[in-house]
């Protein structure tokens, strides 16, 4: 069983360029949250989506886009990368209830030179 | 807004010590989750504690909730080097997103 898939694992980018990070669940779970975790600190939601065709902003958007076509997929957008934009990203998905937890991919580490 | 103050931020201390970390709230929640994050790696799931002055254990991590459903912590009985990591502290509301605290980063020292 899969779970959360997020590629790439790495990635480094020139500053102005774009790429999208791919996210994919395969265990039917309407939502889906995209993460950042900045060296030594904790986790900023970026976009959070309840299910395919909305999503929403979290704390810290601006720079990024994300589209939910489908149950599976929530990919993140960067559209000119920034060196702010260097971090840590994590997708993460979780079923309906309010209590059940979220299951979250293994990151992609993105540095901005 | 609701927020997590998670304390201490930073512990290290020698195998075998006990431990406490601490996530408080101004704010009720539903439920309170604790995940640990090893590096290069996602936070997964250890506990979800949801009623008032729930108590829960896993081996030598023991999981408390307040009555009031706005604090929580996680006691460590004679840490252990494979207890190093980032534990987090997530507060679930109906189903807005998880409000996480900043975390507490843990080192066991052999």
């Known amino acids: 069983n899969a779970g959360v898939t997020q590629t790439p694992k790495f990635r480094i980018l020139k500053i102005g360029q774009s790429m999208t990070l791919q996210c994919t669940q395969d265990?039917?779970?309407?939502?889906m949250y995209w993460y950042r975790q900045d060296p030594g600190m904790g986790l900023k939601l970026i976009y959070y989506s309840v299910g395919a065709g909305i999503t929403d902003k979290g704390e810290v958007p601006n720079g990024y886009n994300v589209s939910r076509s489908t149950t599976e997929d929530f990919p993140l957008r960067l559209e000119l990368a920034a060196p702010s934009q260097t971090s840590v990203y994590f997708c993460?998905?979780?079923?309906?209830?309010?209590?059940?937890?979220?299951?979250f991919g293994d990151g992609t580490r993105l540095s901005i030179l | 807004t609701q927020l997590l103050e998670q304390s201490p931020q930073f512990l290290s201390i020698q195998e075998g010590e006990n431990l406490t970390v601490y996530c408080n709230s101004s704010s009720v929640f539903s439920s309170l989750q604790w995940y640990r994050q090893e590096p290069g790696e996602g936070p997964v799931l250890l506990v979800t504690?949801?009623?008032?002055?729930e108590v829960k254990k896993l081996k030598r991590l023991t999981f408390q909730f307040g009555d009031a459903r706005k604090d929580s912590s996680l006691h460590i009985t004679a840490a252990q080097p494979g207890d190093t990591g980032l534990y987090l502290c997530?507060?679930?509301?109906?189903?807005?997103?998880?409000?996480f605290g900043k975390g507490t980063r843990l080192s066991v020292i052999a």
């Open positions: 997530a507060g679930a509301s109906g189903n807005t997103p998880l409000v």
């Open positions: 504690v949801v009623t008032g002055g």
């Open positions: 265990m039917n779970h309407n939502y």
């Open positions: 993460a998905s979780r079923a309906w209830t309010g209590n059940q937890p979220q299951h």
